[in-house]
């Protein structure tokens, strides 16, 4: 059956706030066993709307559901009364266009577009932590057999896509220009993510495993492909809430295009277990450093924890190429959106520590990096068929890198130039390189890959 919001009282006039109709349309859909409620064409003003099972939202081409126009508008922060140890961004869910709590056969789908109109928390109710930020656009959390296809998705101010500890979930066909992470499975199982076009100014797609459900799980069982991103920060990243762990994935066939930091990121901070990770058939064009991996012991987590562990990871027909030239992107903080901060260098990055702890400014350009810890080295890393085409240009370089690394792990985390121009490998137990090869565009003093503590 059919539930159309404007028999409900929603109207389409993109001035009156639709909130209290639409939810009634969804709760009486919900009550009778479910159904389809659906947008007619105009443009519809939304705050918080809460899913429930077996509840089909479809919102047709030619249909803009648009986001309320102060914070105030959304759901406020529901109470934690268990031990937070991850960011807030992955804490609430109720700050949201779209809430799915517990909920069974749900769906978001139709053609249409959702655009949250740049809405910051301007007031810093939410806390210093997260930056100002606003709603996220659609968020899940215990919930099985879930689709969101068929979407437009703009100018989301908080986390665009979350799910956590959900079963069984197809995304598919979701077009994404949006601030902060794009597309972020957390703890969740048997996921598809296909055709999609994700923009963002915070990661792309980004896999958590933290503490939001208040035991420790894991991300298993998920296939990405056929996918195009770009990013202010990370394309594809693992982390940083690394807890629980990453288990079974396939990401294949993807596109990675003017990304600031980098291209795949592969972490474990906080003591997960990293295990059976495949990426292939990727193509990156003017990426700052193509490929992280990465154990830290950050431990942000309860006490007694170990650290964690990364193992059996194929790397497989990767390229990387140029012209590391301007372009334009999404701001990635609210402070950039406020300064209006769209175009990027990729060899600016801005402020980091150097080697010696100090803090500097330069020609960026970092080196991909492959390391793990003396006490926790990386197991089984296979990299084949990888060509890399760097900018280069690097004349004076220290050769001796810090085993710290810094607590929060992005690729410079042992520092902004490391003594390789293309790969800086460290603590390995079983490193297979084949046909791996670098250039680069400048004239480069240091080797191609260099290797410490690295065991084939």
Same mark, same amino acid.
């Given at each position: 059956?059919?539930?159309q919001?404007?028999?409900?009282g929603a109207?389409?006039?993109?001035k009156t706030?639709?909130?209290e109709?639409?939810?009634?349309?969804?709760?009486?859909?919900?009550?009778?066993?479910?159904g389809?409620v659906k947008f007619?064409?105009g443009r519809?003003?939304l705050g918080t709307?809460f899913?429930k099972s077996n509840?089909t939202v479809e919102?047709?081409?030619?249909?803009e559901?648009?986001?309320?126009?102060?914070y105030y508008?959304?759901?406020?922060?529901e109470?934690v009364?268990?031990?937070?140890?991850?960011d =807030? $961004?992955? &804490?609430?869910y109720?700050?949201s266009l779209f809430?799915g709590?517990?909920?069974?056969?749900? #769906? /978001?789908?139709g053609g249409?577009?959702i655009?949250m109109?740049?809405?910051w928390?301007?007031?810093?109710?939410r806390?210093e932590a997260?930056?100002?930020r606003g709603?996220k656009?659609?968020?899940?959390?215990?919930?099985k057999?879930?689709e969101?296809?068929h979407?437009?998705i703009?100018?989301a101010?908080d986390?665009?896509?979350y799910?956590?500890?959900?079963?069984?979930?197809?995304?598919?066909?979701?077009k994404?220009?949006v601030?902060?992470?794009?597309i972020?499975p957390?703890?969740?199982?048997?996921?598809?993510i296909?055709d999609c076009?994700v923009e963002t100014?915070?990661?792309?797609?980004?896999?958590? =495993? $933290?503490? &939001?459900l208040?035991?420790?799980?894991?991300c298993?069982?998920?296939h990405v492909?056929n996918c #195009? /991103?770009k990013?202010?920060?990370?394309?594809?990243?693992f982390?940083?809430?690394?807890?629980?762990g990453?288990?079974?994935i396939l990401?294949e066939?993807?596109?990675?295009?003017e990304t600031?930091?980098t291209?795949?990121?592969?972490e474990s901070v906080?003591g997960?277990i990293v295990?059976?990770?495949?990426v292939k058939n990727?193509?990156m064009?003017?990426?700052?450093a193509p490929?992280?991996v990465?154990?830290?012991?950050?431990m942000?987590g309860?006490?007694g924890?170990?650290?964690?562990?990364?193992r059996n990871?194929l790397l497989?027909n990767i390229?990387?190429?140029g012209?590391y030239e301007?372009y334009?992107i999404?701001?990635?903080?609210y402070?950039?959106?406020?300064?209006?901060?769209?175009?990027?260098?990729p060899k600016?990055?801005?402020?980091a520590?150097?080697?010696?702890?100090?803090k500097?400014?330069d020609?960026?350009?970092?080196t991909?990096?492959?390391c793990?810890?003396?006490?926790?080295?990386l197991e089984?890393i296979?990299?084949k068929n990888?060509?890399?085409?760097?900018?280069?240009?690097v004349?004076?370089y220290?050769?001796?890198v810090?085993?710290k690394?810094?607590d929060?792990?992005?690729?410079?985390?042992?520092?902004r130039?490391?003594?390789?121009k293309g790969i800086?490998?460290?603590h390995?137990d079983g490193?297979?390189l084949?046909?791996?090869k670098?250039?680069?565009y400048?004239?480069?003093?240091r080797?191609?890959?260099?290797?410490?503590?690295?065991?084939k």
């Amino acid at each position: 059956m059919i539930y159309q919001v404007s028999d409900y009282g929603a109207v389409a006039d993109g001035k009156t706030l639709n909130t209290e109709f639409v939810q009634n349309a969804v709760d009486v859909c919900g009550a009778s066993g479910g159904g389809i409620v659906k947008f007619g064409t105009g443009r519809y003003v939304l705050g918080t709307v809460f899913l429930k099972s077996n509840v089909t939202v479809e919102i047709p081409e030619g249909t803009e559901v648009l986001g309320a126009e102060t914070y105030y508008d959304y759901a406020a922060e529901e109470k934690v009364d268990y031990p937070v140890y991850q960011d =807030s $961004s992955h &804490t609430y869910y109720n700050p949201s266009l779209f809430v799915g709590l517990n909920c069974e056969n749900v #769906k /978001i789908t139709g053609g249409g577009k959702i655009d949250m109109r740049s809405v910051w928390d301007e007031d810093g109710v939410r806390g210093e932590a997260i930056k100002h930020r606003g709603a996220k656009c659609i968020a899940l959390k215990n919930c099985k057999n879930v689709e969101i296809s068929h979407l437009a998705i703009y100018n989301a101010t908080d986390l665009a896509l979350y799910f956590a500890g959900c079963e069984n979930v197809d995304i598919f066909g979701i077009k994404m220009r949006v601030y902060i992470d794009g597309i972020s499975p957390d703890n969740s199982k048997n996921v598809r993510i296909r055709d999609c076009d994700v923009e963002t100014g915070d990661d792309g797609i980004v896999f958590k =495993s $933290s503490y &939001t459900l208040n035991r420790l799980d894991i991300c298993k069982d998920i296939h990405v492909w056929n996918c #195009k /991103i770009k990013s202010r920060c990370n394309a594809i990243k693992f982390g940083t809430e690394t807890n629980g762990g990453f288990e079974n994935i396939l990401i294949e066939n993807v596109e990675i295009k003017e990304t600031r930091i980098t291209g795949i990121a592969i972490e474990s901070v906080d003591g997960a277990i990293v295990d059976g990770i495949v990426v292939k058939n990727v193509k990156m064009t003017n990426v700052n450093a193509p490929l992280f991996v990465h154990v830290g012991k950050r431990m942000r987590g309860p006490q007694g924890r170990e650290v964690g562990r990364i193992r059996n990871i194929l790397l497989e027909n990767i390229t990387a190429d140029g012209p590391y030239e301007e372009y334009e992107i999404m701001p990635w903080n609210y402070d950039s959106f406020k300064a209006n901060d769209t175009v990027q260098n990729p060899k600016v990055f801005g402020i980091a520590e150097s080697f010696d702890g100090t803090k500097e400014t330069d020609d960026w350009q970092m080196t991909s990096n492959i390391c793990g810890l003396k006490e926790s080295p990386l197991e089984n890393i296979t990299l084949k068929n990888v060509y890399l085409k760097l900018d280069g240009g690097v004349k004076e370089y220290n050769k001796s890198v810090p085993e710290k690394a810094q607590d929060y792990p992005e690729v410079y985390v042992y520092g902004r130039i490391l003594p390789a121009k293309g790969i800086y490998f460290r603590h390995i137990d079983g490193l297979t390189l084949d046909s791996v090869k670098v250039e680069t565009y400048r004239e480069d003093d240091r080797e191609d890959f260099v290797f410490e503590n690295v065991k084939k």
